[in-house]
């Protein structure tokens, strides 16, 4: 019998299609769009790399060269635009030193190596380095994050204190280690979590709504922190 995991991601993939994530027409992009997306909607990501493309900064040379007040201005749109800029700054230092800026070289780097250098940058965490690892190189790890939480831990399949790296490994557990399922399922997921697993859930168009258990969605606690 196939994992819970497992049907959770042939359930979605059948009713939602293909997700074609990450959008980005470069691994640096990817990286980019991958430190601006925290705390905020996509759109306003969308707005700052618009604004970083018209500058002709979405490449690691340029923007290395680029002033931090010229930075803060185009990448404003996503919010936290000091915070997010120095955060950027100190990514881009960090691929130039150890990896002469080359992408290829950060591809076939040790990958727990590597995770364990990209988390040592500031404002970098588990999510942000595993989407830069995944989506901007092609590495073999799952991404998690509120949305992955909240449906799991409504359906009773996660305990709802589950950390992130439990929750990533739960799920790991259960799928065979590959690059497209762990992009696919990841993808699939947040599109579930933004249309139906909100904060407000709306159970009744949800493709995963027969698998919650007959009581319906799994405790209290979960009930108010999601």
Known sequence: MSSITHQVFKRLQESLGPQHWWPGETPFEVMVGAVLVQNTAWKNVERAIDNLRDAKLLTLQSFSSA??????DLIRPAGYFR???RRL??????????YQGEIEKLRTAD????R???????????ETADSILLYALDKPVLVVDTYTHRVFARHGWIDYSADYHQLQQHLVDELPI????????????????HHHCRKTPRCDQCPLHNMLPASGIVDNDARREC
């Open 67 to 72: 002033t931090i007040d010229e930075l803060e």
């Open 83 to 85: 915070q997010k800029t």
């Open 89 to 98: 700054r100190g990514l881009v230092e960090f691929m130039l030193q150890e």
């Open 111 to 114: 990958f727990l190596q590597l």
């Open 116 to 126: 364990k250098q990209l988390l040592a940058l500031h404002g970098i965490g588990p």
């Open 178 to 193: 590959d690059t497209a399922i762990y992009n696919e399922l990841h993808a699939l997921l947040v599109n579930v979590g």
